[in-house]
C-alpha cells in the first residue's frame, strides 16, 4: 500500500515567493494533518482536516498560511509570501480517525527561503 | 492544556542491550492516546507502538513495549536488544478526545538515542 505521498521533496524559494505543499494522503483515511518541524521549536501541529473539513487550524502561524482539502486525496498547504523564517520540515500526516487511530507520515518536504 | 515531557535529551546504548526513554504527560482528559514515533536522520517519522487510556495492558510491538503508568503520567518506551539501526531521534506524542473526531496532538521535544556497537 502506499503511504502519504508529499510534493515536493526539497524546495527552495526567494522571500516573498508563493510556495506550495502538497499531500496525498493514504486511501481510507479521514483526517489529515499538517505539521512543521524546526530544531528551535520541533514538530509543531499546523492544522488538521476531518473529512475535508478544518478542524483546528490554530497552530496556523498567521496569515501568511493557508491550507485546503478539495476532496480526500489531497490538501495544499500554501506560504504567501514566504520569508526565511518559514525555513523548516512539513510534515502531511494522515489518520483513519476515531479513537485510537495513528498518524502515519509522510516524508516531508524540506523548504529553504533565502 | 496538555503537554508531553521527555527529560531526556540524548541517551546512549550499548547494542544487543535494553533501553527504557522516558515520556511524562499531562492532560485532563479521561480519553487520549500515547505514540511513540522513530524518526532516523533520513528524516521520515516511523510510527512504533500505541496505547489508550482505558488499556489495561501495556502495548508491545515486537522489540518495543509501552510501560503506561497512568496513575503517574508516565508512558516510557522500552525497546530490547537494540540494534544499530536503532538509533534516531525518539518522539512521545498524545492525542486527547479520542471519542470524537476532533482530538489534538502534542508531541515531545525527542529523545535522540545512540546505540554504540
Known amino acids: 500500500d502506499a503511504g502519504v505521498i508529499q510534493s515536493p521533496r526539497h524546495e527552495v524559494t526567494e522571500m516573498g515567493q508563493e510556495v506550495t505543499l502538497r499531500c496525498k494522503p493514504i486511501?481510507?483515511?479521514?483526517?489529515l494533518f499538517w505539521y512543521r518541524q524546526t530544531m528551535m521549536r520541533g514538530l509543531e501541529l499546523l492544522i488538521y482536516f476531518n473529512n475535508n473539513v478544518p478542524i483546528d487550524d490554530s497552530g496556523m502561524p498567521e496569515d501568511r498560511f493557508s491550507a485546503k482539502m478539495p476532496n480526500a486525496s489531497f490538501s495544499t498547504l500554501k506560504i504567501q509570501p514566504s520569508e526565511p523564517r518559514d525555513s523548516a520540515v512539513y510534515f502531511c500526516a494522515s489518520s483513519l480517525g476515531g479513537a485510537g487511530d495513528t498518524q502515519y507520515f509522510g516524508p516531508g518536504t524540506r523548504l529553504t527561503v533565502l | 492544556a496538555q503537554k508531553i515531557t521527555q527529560t531526556q535529551p540524548g541517551m546512549f546504548v550499548q547494542e544487543k542491550e535494553a533501553v527504557t526513554l522516558d515520556c511524562t504527560y499531562d492532560?485532563?482528559?479521561?480519553?487520549?492516546?500515547l505514540f511513540w514515533y522513530k524518526q532516523p536522520s533520513s528524516g521520515e517519522m516511523i510510527f512504533l507502538i500505541y496505547q489508550g487510556s482505558y488499556d489495561e495492558q501495556n502495548a508491545t510491538e515486537g522489540r518495543y513495549s509501552l510501560n503506561f503508568q497512568k496513575a503517574r503520567k508516565s508512558a516510557n518506551l522500552v525497546i530490547s536488544a537494540s540494534q544499530l539501526g536503532d538509533s534516531a531521534m525518539y518522539f512521545c506524542a498524545m492525542r486527547i478526545r479520542l471519542d470524537t473526531n476532533a482530538g489534538k496532538s502534542t508531541f515531545g521535544d525527542g529523545t535522540t538515542l545512540t546505540v554504540k556497537p
Open positions: 492532560t485532563s482528559d479521561q480519553s487520549y492516546g
Open positions: 486511501s481510507g483515511h479521514n483526517s
